[in-house]
């Protein structure tokens, strides 16, 4: 059922509904069709626990005996599963006397924990923000493409130029050293140094080989701090994905670099 789309199980429905003889009810017109309504159905890809409809037929007909006929009729894996008489009155006919008022959704991210998703839609939530204040609209199809690894250089090099080009001046008053280590090989540590007015990104360790600032994590944590605002957590730092001498100049790093922006 996930991969059907809705006009499909309508269909199915359609010729479910012929096919038990129920006495089903027409709209008037050129093109007639049968009076059936659906209340919030799901789009292609969505598996949903239940789908609700509403038959208008022309005869009176006992609730157990149109789920009888009708679940017969259907194709194997739709099943009805409950019938019921909408009251006479003022909600006779509409949708509304089914009493849906909302619908919780599930969405599965294999491999993505629940901290990483809601930082994304925060971050998508933003761009959409900015782009209204614009004057336009997000496009989150072009947003994929610029941000595919297809079209972007996802190298260190290009990365620490990237942290380069984000620097705001007048932020420190004194010069602070930043010892950037992503991993054993020597292309991986750099040294990142910034004072009131100008930054220095170089590959290597930092001369004398002290800094006042050591951030230590991988190549693909540091590039979504640069790139997606991406913020570490408890999580990152108690398990050790994410390690730093001085909290305080992390904040100042982040300030310097502009690092709640996405790039």
């Known amino acids: 059922m996930r991969f059907a789309s809705h006009r499909d199980i309508a269909r199915a429905v359609e010729r479910g509904v012929r096919r038990a003889g129920l006495p089903i009810a027409y709209s008037a017109g050129f093109s007639p069709h049968p009076r059936i309504s659906y209340a919030g159905g ?69 491999g993505v924990t629940p901290a990483d998703a809601a930082r994304e839609v925060a971050r998508l939530a933003r761009e959409a923000v900015i782009a209204l204040r ?11 493409r610029e941000t595919s690894p297809a079209t972007r250089d996802d190298s260190l090099p290009s990365v620490f130029a990237e942290l380069s080009a984000k620097f705001r001046a007048g932020e420190v008053e004194r010069t602070v050293s930043y010892y950037v280590s992503l991993g ?7 040294t990142v140094r910034v004072d009131a007015a100008r930054c220095e990104v170089t590959p290597g360790k930092p001369a004398g080989g002290a800094a006042d600032c050591v951030l230590k994590t991988s190549p693909e944590l540091f590039t979504r701090i640069v790139r997606e605002a991406y913020v570490p957590g408890p999580a990152d730092f108690l398990s050790g994905a994410f390690k730093s001498n001085d909290v305080a100049l992390l904040m100042t790093f982040q300030r310097v670099f502009q690092l709640d922006e996405p790039s």
Do not use: H
């Not at 054993?184 to 750099?190: F, Q, S, T, Y």
């Open 42 to 110: 799901a789009q292609t890809g969505i598996a949903s626990e239940a789908e609700y409809l509403e038959l208008a037929l022309t005869g009176q007909c006992a609730s157990s005996d149109v789920r009888d006929r009708l679940d017969a009729a259907l194709p194997s894996g739709i099943d009805v599963i409950e019938v019921f008489e909408m009251t006479s009155g003022q909600s006779a006919g509409r949708l509304d006397a089914l009493r849906l008022e909302a619908s919780d959704w599930e969405v599965v991210l294999p």
């Open 134 to 144: 614009d004057g336009s609209v997000l496009d989150l199809g072009a947003a994929d």
């Open 184 to 190: 054993n090989d020597d292309l991986a540590k750099w």
